[in-house]
Nanobody, 119 residues
């Protein structure tokens, strides 16, 4: 089992920045892909970004490209999501997730952290 704990959410004004953290523990693997997702009220959960734990390869949703940056610190077993130029549409609960590199299904999820962007 893998445990994921997110932190760093909060309230920020439009144009501001936040950095989310996702601490991983348990049976983690360097072959995992780590992802960030978000779910706004009344909407389906959507993909935000992902990073290969060993490769460092990143991929972003078009809606956040150029504003958000995903990174990882192997020594701390932590994945980050740096969010800049935040907009009210970015308001959502943000979830960290992990999956194996050979599957598209994320098997492990954190509890989520709320991000609220005021206009």
């Amino acid at each position: 089992q893998v445990q994921l704990v997110e932190s760093g959410g909060g309230l920020v004004q439009a144009g501001g920045s936040l950095r989310l953290s996702c601490a991983a523990s348990g049976r983690t693997s360097s072959s995992y892909v780590m992802g960030w997702f978000r779910q706004a009220p009344g909407k389906e959960r959507e993909f935000v970004a992902r990073i290969g734990w060993s490769t460092g390869y990143t991929y972003y949703a078009d809606s956040v490209k150029g504003r958000f940056t995903i990174s990882r610190d192997a020594g701390k077993n932590t994945v980050y999501l740096q969010m800049n130029s935040l907009e009210p549409v970015d308001t959502a609960v943000y979830y960290c997730a992990a999956r194996g590199s050979t599957t598209s299904q994320y098997d492990y999820w954190g509890q989520g952290t709320q991000v609220t962007v005021s206009s």
